[in-house]
């Protein structure tokens, strides 16, 4: 059983030695020349060039690759904005109560995605939501690059001419026709730990969109800036109060090289236990674990559901100061790279629990099995949604897992009662 990464884009070479490291301890790695490879660990260029009808390339049942060939239904900031809204169209039409809204018109269960519009599409509609409030703030961002590049703040109108606009149509129209852009509200009231802000990275395995089952990685961590928080207008362009990357946060001259601005969500967990008491955040951690649900099963009915394909995504979250979380985005190559000690660690061992599950017992491959590796390979990952086993429970259990009724997979806590129960959508 070898492993084929003579065609992988390595971001650097720590991710190679992970990989490697791994691969090597399952014995997979042979290395030949002119023999047949039967796992591929890519790079999204790499997966569209696979699943290209120019190529005409099919993979056999023995391989299997690390990403669904349209995941960037998902990924592409501005498609998992569409899918949601149109997944949440969708249940209304249908009348489920999941769609249920409040008097204010704001969806009660399914308002986790800030209001967004796509630029330069939705321009006009975007200033009719400005108008509302003009003393709001927004963040831009092109929708296809990562790692912070290309995004900033505006609270004015004016601030977007450095696109152009056309005089006679008063259409907002960008400078590159490729490149698009996501604006969102800005989360102004973020919850901050020692006046500093942070986001959430989760890590999340996708075996299967339909059936969809998920998988969630008990390992996740908080990045902070090294900047302490803001709302001030004055600094808006400082994007080391604002953005929590890694990949810009290294570069101020408070980041810290040994813990690399970094909290483990455990350490999060006891903080927000110590000072805002258990009862809620349970609540907080099953409503991020709804999230993540939901924003799969808005882009199942689109995914191609590739029987050779797995995918491990890296979610990004914020929480307010109210303890409401937020889905700002979902990418498809979350970073393997270490910057600490303890980032090496648990990257390591992502690596290798991911790969447990896709190849249970790294035996060969075969993309028919049913896709349920038993408990003892999931390692730090714990079943978050196992869609055959909710249809066996009726139709009606995720609406009955929102009001804390019924039982299910995994054992969590009602919204109010502060009684153990199970909740059903998991």
């Known amino acids: 059983f070898r492993i084929m990464a003579g065609k992988v884009k ?12 791994n691969f090597e301890k399952r014995g997979w790695i042979q290395v030949a020349e002119n ?16 699943f290209s009808v120019e190529t005409g390339y099919r993979l056999s049942d023995d391989q299997i690759v690390n990403h669904f060939p349209n995941h960037y239904e998902l990924t592409r900031k501005d498609l ?85 606009r056309d005089s006679k149509t008063s259409s907002f129209v960008s400078q590159s026709s490729k490149e698009a852009y996501v604006i969102s509200l800005y989360i102004n009231n973020p919850l901050l730990i020692g006046g500093k802000k942070f986001d959430l990275r989760l890590y999340v395995l996708v075996s299967t969109y339909r059936p969809l089952r998920c998988y969630m990685y008990k390992l996740g961590f908080c990045r902070f800036c090294t900047v302490k928080y803001t709302p001030s207008t004055s600094e808006l ?50 409503e991020i674990h709804w999230i993540i649900v939901q924003s799969l099963k808005a882009v199942a009915p689109v995914m191609n559901n590739d029987k050779h ?57 075969d993309c028919k099995w049913n896709k349920s590796p038993p408990k003892e390979v999931l390692g730090n990952y714990e079943v978050l949604y196992d869609e055959e086993m909710a249809q066996s429970d009726g139709p009606d259990r995720d609406m009955r897992s929102r009001s804390g009724q019924s039982s299910g997979i995994k054992g969590s806590r009602a919204r109010d009662s502060g009684k153990p129960v199970l909740t059903t959508w998991k």
């Not at 080391?240 to 969500?265: E, S």
């Open 80 to 164: 998992m904005v569409k899918n949601i809204k149109r997944y949440r169209k969708e249940l209304e039409k249908e009348g489920s109560p999941l769609a249920e809204k409040d008097e204010n018109g704001k969806y009660i269960y399914l308002d986790f995605v800030p209001v967004t519009f796509m630029l330069p599409a939705d321009y006009n509609l975007f200033v009719e939501e400005f108008r509302k409030n003009p003393s709001s703030t927004w963040i831009m961002k092109p929708c296809g690059k990562a790692q912070g590049k290309g995004i900033f703040l505006i609270n004015k109108l004016s601030q977007i001419k450095k696109w152009s």
């Open 309 to 365: 394909c797995f995918e491990c995504y890296g979610y990004d979250i914020i929480i307010d100061d109210k303890l409401k979380p937020w889905l700002i985005e979902v990418n498809a190559s979350p970073s393997l790279t270490s910057s600490t000690a303890n980032d090496r660690i648990l990257k390591y061992n992502l690596i290798n629990d991911t790969l447990n599950i896709a190849v249970p017992n790294g035996e060969i491959p």
């Open 35 to 50: 023999e047949d490879w039967n796992f591929y660990w890519m790079s999204v260029q790499t997966i569209r060039n696979v």
């Open 237 to 286: 362009d400082n994007m080391f109060v604002h953005l929590t990357n890694v990949a810009i946060q290294k570069h101020g001259d408070d980041y810290n090289h040994i813990h690399g601005g970094k909290w483990t969500v455990s350490n999060l967990r006891l903080y927000l236990e110590s000072t805002r008491g258990k009862e809620v955040t349970n609540k907080l951690f099953d």
């Open 10 to 21: 390595w971001v650097t070479d720590i991710e190679k030695s992970v990989l490697i490291n």
